[in-house]
């Protein structure tokens, strides 16, 4: 039997790396574990994980980060959603907003009510019973108050930073916990000739660093994973056919907008992420409709203030590794697999990939039984996702051009047809207690991007019209007072959590 885990190597910096050395170092301060972590200055990072999702700020309130200091240090704005303009067809533009629509009534959720308002003629558009798509419309934003007594849900949000700040936040954060950061390129790994579990690794200048427990954080090439103990990896570009991206940032705006836009393009989508002291842009888009010199050329023709740099181009295959955890190596960030960034899912995985591994942690043994239910639990956790990212290609009317044609043709997924056939019928959405994407997510994009049901929940007729109609109107009311208590997003910012750099000059 193998010698109790000890010491943890993990082999790859960037916000991957940097978040498992964090959260290692959180949990295991103290004890008889080590960390440590080799990266290579010559080696660099994908970065373009800029816009976050809400489970973001458990991660940081578990590790016991300060908020304001977080967002001072990765130069981060507010996030409300994302806005998607010309993705259901040329002109349209729609919401998806973090936060649920209104309130549940009669143990169903809101949208059934809101169907049966607009099944009788009435006019209240669904996104104003939610307080997150009223507040991003003007530009405002505040976090909620412990003093806050609406009836309302909670407003929901998340961030947008500056991927690379955040990592080096995360250094410092680990390093003062007891994690040891190694300069170095990896140029061999040996393995162990008994079971071919990997018992050590050797960097560029002869230096060998022996381990336990090995955490793949070397992105897309997968160096562990992949080039040494073969995992394989399950391609998904039949149902998400981009494959490459161009990334850009461009300078500040001159007022930045709570919310993530993506804009639906000729072969793929443009990003914009708007933060304190500048602003990420970024095509992806499918290679076999568009070249990476036009991509570049258009993309650059599209910012809204001059670029900083030139387009740097990415290239990836979207789909998953067979096995995320094999041996004693487990395989995190790109290294695991690749969803487009288009719902900002990137560094939410790597952070349920670490909470998964922190409850299955090795002690004597490497538990097969325990490896398998944390690979289908990876697994579960992927194609959900790739559900969701593929509703949105999928519900178009586009078929402008060859790409949005080769979008309609896309056979859909099992799990995705028997959810859509669902909600066509009668608007239901049942999600599981564990799915990232809850009721509100799928109804926005179904509904943002013209997919209406035939039928809504029978209980949503127990309220007599006048009724619902009362009840309708106090809730749009509370969201609309909700949202006038609200500063501007940069007034926010400037008075509550400016950079340094940051601090003079936003306009109110």
Same mark, same amino acid.
């Not at 885990?5 to 940097?18: D, E, F, N, S």
């Given at each position: 039997?193998?010698? $109790?885990?000890? $010491? =943890?190597?993990?082999?790859?910096?960037?916000?991957?790396?940097? #978040?498992?050395?964090a959260a290692c170092s959180?949990?295991?301060?103290?004890? &008889?574990?080590? !960390?440590e972590l080799v990266e290579s200055d010559e080696i660099g990072t994908v970065g373009v994980g800029e816009a976050t999702i809400p489970p973001l700020l458990l991660f940081n309130r578990t590790l016991g980060i300060d908020e304001?200091?977080? !967002?001072?240090?990765?130069?981060?704005?507010?996030?409300?959603? !994302?806005?998607?303009?010309?993705?259901?067809?040329?002109?349209?533009?729609?919401? @998806?907003p973090f936060g649920t629509f209104g309130?549940? #009534?009669?143990g169903i959720h809101f949208?059934?009510?809101? *169907?049966?308002?607009? %099944?009788?003629?009435?006019?209240?558009?669904? /996104?104003?019973?939610?307080?997150?798509?009223?507040?991003? +419309?003007?530009?405002?934003?505040?976090?909620?108050?412990?003093? /806050?007594?609406?009836?309302?849900?909670?407003?929901?949000?998340?961030? @947008?930073?500056?991927?690379g700040l955040y990592a080096r936040f995360l250094r410092q954060y680990a390093e003062a916990r007891g994690a040891k950061r190694h300069e170095g390129r990896v140029v061999d790994v040996q393995l162990s000739a008994e079971d071919g579990f990997i018992k %050590?690794?050797?960097?560029?200048?002869?230096r060998t660093i022996p381990g336990d427990f090995f955490i793949d954080c070397s992105g897309f090439r997968?160096?562990?994973?992949?080039?040494?103990? @073969?995992?394989?990896?399950?391609?998904?570009?039949?149902?998400?056919?981009?494959?490459?991206? #161009? %990334?850009?940032?461009?300078?500040?705006?001159?007022?930045?907008?709570?919310?993530?836009?993506?804009?639906?393009?000729?072969?793929?989508?443009?990003?914009?992420?708007?933060?304190? @002291?500048r602003t990420g842009n970024g095509y992806v888009y499918c290679s076999e409709f568009l070249s990476d010199d036009e991509a570049a050329k258009l993309l650059l023709s599209r910012l809204d203030a001059t670029p900083r740099a030139d387009p740097r181009p990415l290239r990836f295959i979207t789909g998953?590794? +067979? &096995?995320?955890? +094999?041996?004693?190596?487990?395989?995190?960030?790109?290294?695991?697999?690749?969803?487009?960034?288009?719902?900002?899912?990137?560094?939410?995985? =790597?952070?349920?990939? !670490?909470?998964?591994?922190?409850?299955?942690?090795?002690?004597?043994?490497?538990?097969?039984?325990?490896?398998?239910?944390?690979?289908?639990?990876?697994?579960? &956790?992927?194609?959900? =996702?790739?559900?969701?990212?593929?509703?949105?290609?999928?519900?178009? &009317?586009?078929? /402008?051009?060859?790409?949005?044609?080769?979008?309609?043709? =896309?056979?859909?997924?099992?799990? *995705?047809?028997?959810?859509?056939? #669902?909600?066509?019928?009668? %608007?239901?959405?049942?999600?599981?207690?564990?799915?990232?994407?809850?009721e509100s997510s799928w109804f926005a994009v179904f509904t943002g991007q013209g997919v209406s049901p035939k039928a809504y929940h029978p209980f949503a007729d127990l309220p007599s019209d006048a009724e619902l109609k009362r009840r309708l109107e106090l809730i749009r009311g509370d969201v609309e007072k909700r949202m006038q208590s609200f500063p501007t997003h940069d007034a926010y910012i400037r008075e509550q959590c400016a950079a340094p750099s940051a601090a003079q000059g936003a306009p109110a």
């Open positions: 039997m193998r010698d $109790k885990v000890r $010491k =943890i190597v993990i082999v790859g910096g960037g916000t991957a790396g940097w #978040m498992a050395a959180k949990f295991l301060q103290g004890s &008889e574990y080590s !960390i304001v200091e977080f !967002i001072r240090a990765t130069q981060a704005s507010f996030k409300l959603g !994302i806005e998607f303009v010309d993705w259901t067809r040329l002109g349209h533009t729609y919401f @998806h309130v549940e #009534m009669h949208h059934h009510f809101w *169907l049966r308002h607009l %099944a009788a003629g009435g006019t209240f558009t669904h /996104d104003e019973f939610n307080s997150c798509t009223m507040a991003a +419309k003007v530009g405002r934003f505040a976090r909620p108050l412990p003093t /806050d007594r609406s009836p309302l849900p909670p407003i929901g949000y998340a961030y @947008h930073f500056d991927a %050590a690794i050797t960097l560029s200048d002869g997968g160096l562990l994973i992949e080039q040494t103990l @073969h995992a394989g990896y399950e391609d998904w570009r039949q149902w998400l056919p981009c494959d490459r991206a #161009m %990334a850009v940032p461009c300078e500040r705006l001159e007022s930045t907008t709570p919310y993530t836009r993506s804009t639906a393009r000729e072969a793929g989508w443009q990003w914009r992420i708007p933060l304190q @002291h998953r590794r +067979k &096995e995320v955890w +094999k041996k004693n190596c487990v395989a995190l960030g790109l290294a695991s697999g690749f969803l487009e960034p288009l719902e900002s899912t990137s560094i939410h995985l =790597i952070q349920t990939a !670490i909470a998964r591994l922190m409850s299955l942690f090795p002690g004597q043994h490497f538990d097969p039984a325990a490896i398998a239910k944390y690979n289908a639990l990876a697994q579960v &956790e992927m194609e959900e =996702i790739r559900d969701f990212l593929l509703l949105h290609y999928k519900a178009t &009317e586009r078929t /402008d051009t060859p790409f949005w044609r080769h979008c309609q043709a =896309i056979k859909l997924t099992d799990s *995705l047809e028997q959810r859509w056939e #669902m909600y066509r019928q009668n %608007a239901h959405l049942v999600v599981a207690p564990h799915e990232l994407f809850k």
